[in-house]
Nanobody
């Protein structure tokens, strides 16, 4: 399994940006997914997570308080891609964003815990200027 995050960049405060994470090697439908971020000089922190969902569809999602109401995580299993839509961006959102995956979660679990995830992407940098 490999994860690759895309489409980070430089934006201004108040702008929107969508970053993507493509999972290759296995079907995305088998994995619970998460986004984490790390700003320079800080520890990596949880941003958002989405459950892998059951056979009837439907997913649970959870968010860090700092992004709730501004960020939306979604998944397109047909494209093996997870998205993070980021609106009303703030300078404090500046960080390298990492996607993560794990196949051991039950269908309804969206985990906030970094150590729950087995696979990690290389990160995509997002810079928000004031």
């Amino acid at each position: 399994v490999q994860l690759q995050a895309f489409e980070g960049g430089l934006v201004q405060a108040g702008d929107s940006l969508r970053i993507s994470c493509v999972l290759s090697g296995r079907a995305l439908s088998s994995y619970g997914m998460g986004w984490f971020r790390q700003a320079p000089g800080t520890e990596r922190e949880f941003v958002a997570a989405i459950s892998r969902g059951g056979s009837r569809g439907g997913h649970n999602s959870v968010y860090a308080d700092s992004v709730k109401g501004r960020f939306t995580i979604s998944r397109d299993n047909a494209k093996n891609t997870v998205y993070l839509q980021m609106n009303s961006l703030k300078p404090e959102d500046t960080a390298t964003y990492y996607c993560a995956a794990d196949s051991t979660f039950s269908t309804a679990v969206a985990s906030r815990r970094e150590y729950d995830y087995e696979y990690w992407g290389q990160g995509t940098k997002v810079t928000v200027s004031s």
